[in-house]
């Protein structure tokens, strides 16, 4: 009795086929119903039958009783055809997809195809995935439906390279996902594309000193990015020792590189700062602490080196973004306006005053609105204006970094974007530094900024594929009927007629009530599985049945349908680890665009979320450009096509992702591919960096793999010893876990393949020639 009054305790109206229109009556009459077969069942010591549960199939007398007598012959008639119409259709599941999404419903790419060629075309996917707004001018997709790269932004497109010939052509060479995929023409792209911004601002404002830009290593530390920087005229920004010694070693051939030096500091990195000047590097020790100046001045005189200082300042200007914290009293670096001055007063009584020259301030990366940048431009420009006053030589004002980038395609005061373009932002530089310059009659100093996420962000395109899918399409929902036991079926489809009825009868105007209730029926079902009241079959119909309404009512009512989407969404597996190559994503919920790489001139027809590989509930990517630039809680994408690989790529991500990725579950770095563009489709891939092997995962834990093989390989001998073990199954399993330590850390795509490294060379042309 006490699971009898468990069960009387639930909501008794848990009626499985007609959740859209029954009225209250009929859920009472059957809540009678129900009470007796619970007293009956009982007395039988509660054991439940699977094919008389009142809870799955609507009474035959109580239907009787509900039904009007007074029903005039016209709807008798047309009852009638309908039920003719319905046996043409056959089976319960078609049944269902009739009712749902109309006659002839079809899913995927039948859909695409019904619709004609032209219908989807590569305009259209350039749309939905606002790829004009965060790609231009670097990305395109062609007549082929694949999304290509012109590395110089020219809208000619002479130097375009297609995304999946490179990816075919690294396969061939044993290179497969993930894998990042880097351009460095696009780098140098945005490198000279600033400086002219800066050129054309100075020559508007009749600025009369020259633009220096130097590029944060902390953003991205690869050696080939870090060549390629300082060959193009490019200076450096440290702030740690380990980047100190990179930077010293590349800025040391170049005389009067710049070299600015951020950070905390100890004796051993003054000590190299200071001895870099010999080398002839511009090296900047910039003070953020008061305790640093003691330091120096104590280091400059053990070396008899005469430093080069900068001062820190902590702006009073904030904005709204991630990093807005960065700014302001509470800021983690920078010097007060007090402490600005003790600085000065120090350096005059040490007679050193004429060390210092440079101002820097950074109120955050990613600022996302172009009147924070000329608010706190005017407090720099005057604050650098009165140290020149005070008697400071000065000649150098660095603005930081902040140039935001669009991440979400909308040209807002959004997080994920910036309302400004890049001539805006050196305009507003230029113009708040000359007008401070005039006013306090001030030379115009030098102007460093260190834009590292606005050059690099744009150079990497990460790329990885689907492993597999675990959601119900439209066709899938209903097809569930009919692969459920015969049993469980039975007792839900009992009165057909009922129960395509129910389904006839939900449109627009009572879509929102059809969905609340089947929502109510799906969460009593639950109850009363965990009290033994329906079988699993049982329950698995009333998922269907709810998975059903729940995609009709996507159809009838899409902006009421948030909640639901998400509810709904795919769950397509991707070949990557969110903690190792996307950690902003699961950290900051910073947004990515993603999208798919090829198959864009077909129309998505699937709304998915991305699961990574690692075991971690966090490891999941639910945030994405949503069509309208707002952020979606699903991405479209296509149905997977079977022994078909389906490419995605997450762009934007150049910066800081490989820095800040961790090896969560031991998966490790990628592979690193940088691709040049050789014109007319034709591309070199100029260097292969081979992510990790999982041997070189273990052994960064210290487990060393020489050490985990002389492990295995004496307690496989004990076992061959003991008989339990062959001599031929010690040697596979031998073999099989020297493959495992020696291979990417990734799942394979191309089974067949043993994975070998090397670098792929020559054009997709002279490939195919050789193959």
Not at 455 to 484: K, Q
Not at 491 to 504: A, F, G, T
Not at 752 to 764: A, F, I, T
Request: a negative charge.
């Amino acid at each position: 009795m006490e699971l009898l009054s468990k069960v009387l305790l639930q909501p008794p109206h848990l009626i499985l086929c007609s959740h859209v229109s029954w009225r209250p009556s009929q859920r009472t009459t059957t809540a009678f119903t129900f009470l007796r077969h619970v007293q009956q069942q009982c007395s039988e010591k509660l054991a439940f039958s699977k094919s008389s549960h009142p809870l799955l199939y609507a009474h035959e007398s109580s239907k009787n009783r509900e039904r009007k007598e007074d029903e005039d012959e016209e709807q008798k008639k047309k009852k009638k055809k309908k039920r003719k119409k319905w046996r043409r259709i056959g089976s319960a599941s078609q049944v269902v997809a009739e009712s749902l999404f109309g006659h002839g419903s079809i899913s995927g790419q039948e859909e695409v195809e019904s619709r004609g060629e032209g219908t989807w075309t590569e305009h259209d996917s350039s749309e939905l995935y606002r790829l004009q707004g965060w790609g231009a001018p670097y990305f395109v997709i062609n007549s082929q439906g694949h999304l290509c790269v012109r590395p110089s932004g020219s809208a000619e497109g002479t130097d375009e390279v297609d995304l999946v010939a490179v990816i075919e052509t690294l396969a061939a060479n044993h290179i497969h996902l993930p894998l990042v995929l880097r351009f460095p023409d696009i780098l140098h792209h945005r490198m000279l594309e600033l400086q002219t911004c800066f050129s054309l601002a100075a020559s508007k404002f009749n600025y009369k000193q020259q633009f220096q830009g130097v590029f944060p290593i902390k953003c991205n530390h690869e050696r080939h990015m870090v060549e390629q920087i300082v060959e193009c005229g490019f200076g450096l920004e440290v702030g740690s020792k380990p980047e100190l010694l990179i930077a010293m070693a590349k800025l040391g051939s170049r005389a009067g590189r710049l070299l600015i030096c951020n950070g905390y500091k100890d004796s051993a990195y003054v000590n190299n700062v200071l001895l870099a000047q010999r080398l002839g590097i511009h090296a900047v020790l910039v003070l953020e602490q008061m305790e640093e100046l003691e330091e120096v001045i104590s280091c400059s005189n053990r070396l008899g080196v005469r430093p080069i200082l900068g001062l820190r300042a902590k702006m009073s200007t904030k904005h709204n973004g991630h990093w807005g914290n960065t700014s302001g009293d509470n800021s983690k670096f920078g010097l007060t306006v007090n402490e600005i001055v003790a600085v000065v007063h120090q350096l005059r009584q040490e007679g050193m005053l004429d060390c210092l020259q440079l101002l820097h301030f950074h109120i955050g990366s990613q600022i996302s609105s172009i009147l924070t940048i000329k608010e706190v431009m005017r407090e720099g420009s005057h604050t650098y204006c009165e140290l020149a006053r005070m008697g400071a030589p000065m000649g150098f004002i660095d603005v930081g970094g902040g140039l935001g980038i669009d991440y979400d395609g909308t040209k807002s005061q959004s997080s994920a974007s910036a309302n400004y373009s890049m001539q805006n932002y050196a305009n507003d530089v230029v113009a708040a530094l000359m007008d401070a310059c005039l006013l306090k009659g001030v030379a115009e100093p030098v102007i460093i900024s260190e834009s590292g996420r606005a050059l690099a962000s744009h150079s990497s395109v990460l790329v990885f594929d689907v492993l597999s899918a675990s959601h119900y399409p439209y066709h899938s929902v209903t097809l569930n009927i009919d692969n459920l036991a015969k049993d469980a079926a039975a007792c839900l489809m009992i009165d057909e007629e009922c129960l395509v009825q129910v389904y006839s009868s939900m449109e627009v105007g009572n879509a929102q009530e059809a969905y609340n209730d089947a929502k109510q029926l799906r969460e009593e079902a639950g109850s009363l599985f965990k009290l033994g009241c329906l079988s699993l079959e049982q329950r698995a119909q009333a998922e269907a049945l709810y998975d059903c309404v729940s995609q009709q009512m996507l159809t009838f009512a899409p902006q009421l349908s948030d909640e639901l989407r998400l509810s709904l969404a795919a769950t397509y597996h991707v070949n990557l680890s969110v903690f190792r190559s996307a950690p902003d994503s699961w950290a900051i919920d910073q947004i990515f665009p993603i999208m798919p790489l090829h198959r864009l001139t077909e129309k998505p027809t699937t709304l998915a979320t991305l699961a990574d590989l690692t075991c971690d509930s966090d490891g999941k990517i639910d945030r994405f450009v949503g069509a309208s630039g707002d952020i979606s809680s699903v991405l479209p994408v296509h149905d997977l096509h079977e022994g078909e690989p389906y490419y995605l790529g997450l762009f934007l991500g150049g910066v800081y992702q490989e820095v800040l990725g961790s090896a969560h579950n031991l998966f490790g770095s990628t592979h690193v591919v940088h691709v040049r563009a050789t014109g007319d489709g034709r591309f070199l891939i100029e260097h292969v960096l081979p992510g990790q092997s999982v041997g070189q995962v273990l052994c960064s834990t210290h487990h060393a793999d020489l050490g985990l093989l002389h492990q295995l390989r004496a307690q496989t001998d004990a076992y061959v010893m003991s008989g339990d073990l062959s001599q031929e199954e010690a040697h596979m399993l031998m073999a099989n876990y020297q493959h495992c330590l020696d291979s990417y850390t990734y799942l394979s795509s191309w089974p067949n393949l043993d994975r070998k490294e090397g670098v792929c060379c020559g054009s997709r042309k002279e490939e195919e020639e050789e193959d």
